[in-house]
């Protein structure tokens, strides 16, 4: 990986993991505020367990120490761009529920959002370094979630939201990883190329 | 208590630590202690009458069932595991064990007791970044009952690390506001190049009561600028992930105060101040005086004092006088 090797791209990769790190850590901070008003705005019980949804993707990880950084990139990417949809979803359901009478969780929603957007895309920015290119979006959409009660769709938006913060720090420690070890430090296992 | 196989007519003495217990106490042969108390603790035997021979020994022991046991968990070694200490909040006087379970969802995970201390374990994380909580509950049994108690946490919420090691602090020469302070990463904690921490320090002059404080985001020193000049200070430093968990204790703490210059030697000029009051005609340098020597430096708080300095502090214990 030849463009990976060069003075420019380690620098510009080492500028980008330290970037992405920024952007990870501002997006936990957000995403624990919206929790908050998240909780108070669906009169939820802050302590109440949410099972694993369906589309929602897990940031837990076992044997994550040993995941090559070209696995990491694909992980994080795979995983924002499934809370892109979700987040949307949950700005258009909030919408529906309570329209124009809430000027707080809507906003901050819409805020969110916006960060994980641009966290995508900067995964992008990473993986093109790492010479790989992004796969493509359209494998990587969650399924048609079925039509939920407003409770169930409150508690879904609880779960995506927990697991939205987890993702934002298990990224931090990512992409530290990916900048002590470098840019091509992932290509060792024989991943496929991307198209 | 029965006296073995004796009728509960026979003719019987009872000892309690050797000691003959009244017949009060007794219903026929039998032992009847009432609102047992621990210092009822000991060895009980039973005697025939006339004979004298032993016919029943016992070791009684006095105690009272569990109460809730205090259990802690916390991670000072993240992202390797954790651990769970507890302790009884008051003695049972009787032995106790200790069963612990740690539920991870649906999965048991095993919790390797230490052979030293006894009432502490530690489990492995088989899995990072879990939004599932641990459930971890403790049972504690003894002949007359039992206790339990139950934590359930996050992964993040119980990493705490242990507080810096080996912290320095010294003056800087020719800087009197000034103290340097270095420390290192807890030795427990594993990874600090991928799980960084950050910093906290506290100083303050002994002679004040409120600390100054200052968070640090990366390094393990740092310069204390404003340090009152002369005093001795006691400084402290905490530790946190980055990211996650709680601040640790603080460290030991380290006394130091910040670089003073020397003060001038005040012997040689009462000496030449003497001097000049009893002689009109002759100079005498002070026995303190040497030799200024081009090639010498100041070394281990050493002074020279040149002829010239001499003759000038000579001129102003004239000028005193």
Known sequence: ?195 | MKCGSMDWDAAVTWTANGTDIDDSHLNGSYLILKKVDLTQSGQYSCYEGSSWHLKYQTYLRVGVPPKEPVLMCRSNNYPKGFYCSWHLPSPTYIPNSFNISVIHGTREMVCEKDIFPKNRCHIRYLQLFSTVKYKVTLTVTNALGKNSTTLTFDEFAIVKPDPPESVVAKPVPNNPRRLEVSWQNPSSWPDPESFPLKFFLRYRPLILDQWQHVELSDGTSHTITDAYAGKEYIIQVAAKDNDIGTWSDWSVAVHATPWTEEPKQLTTEVQITETTSTSTSSFMPPPTTKICDKGAGVGSGAVAVCWTAGLVLAAYGVLFI
């Open chain 1, 1 to 195: 990986m030849a463009a990976a090797d060069t003075p420019s791209a380690t620098l510009r990769h080492h500028d980008l993991c330290s970037r992405g790190i920024r952007l990870a850590r501002k997006m936990r901070s957000d995403v624990t505020d919206l929790l908050d008003i998240y909780v108070e705005r669906q009169g939820l019980d802050a302590s109440i367990s949410v099972a694993a949804v369906d589309g929602v993707p897990a940031a837990a990880a076992e044997c994550w120490a040993e995941q090559t950084g070209t696995q990491r990139l694909l992980d994080n990417l795979a995983a924002y761009r499934a809370f892109r949809t979700l987040l949307a979803q949950m700005l258009e359901e909030q919408r529906e529920q309570l329209g124009d009478a809430d000027a707080e969780l809507g906003p901050a929603l819409a805020a969110v959002l916006l960060q994980v957007s641009a966290f995508a895309y900067h995964l992008e920015e990473l993986l093109e370094l790492e010479s790989r290119g992004a796969p493509a979006e359209e494998g990587s959409e969650p399924p048609a979630l079925p039509r939920l009660s407003l409770f169930e769709q409150k508690l879904r938006g609880l779960g995506v939201l927990r697991e939205l913060a987890q993702w934002a720090v298990r990224s931090v420690r990512d992409l530290r990883q990916l900048a002590k070890h470098g840019p091509g430090s992932g290509t060792a296992l024989g991943l496929p190329e991307s198209q």
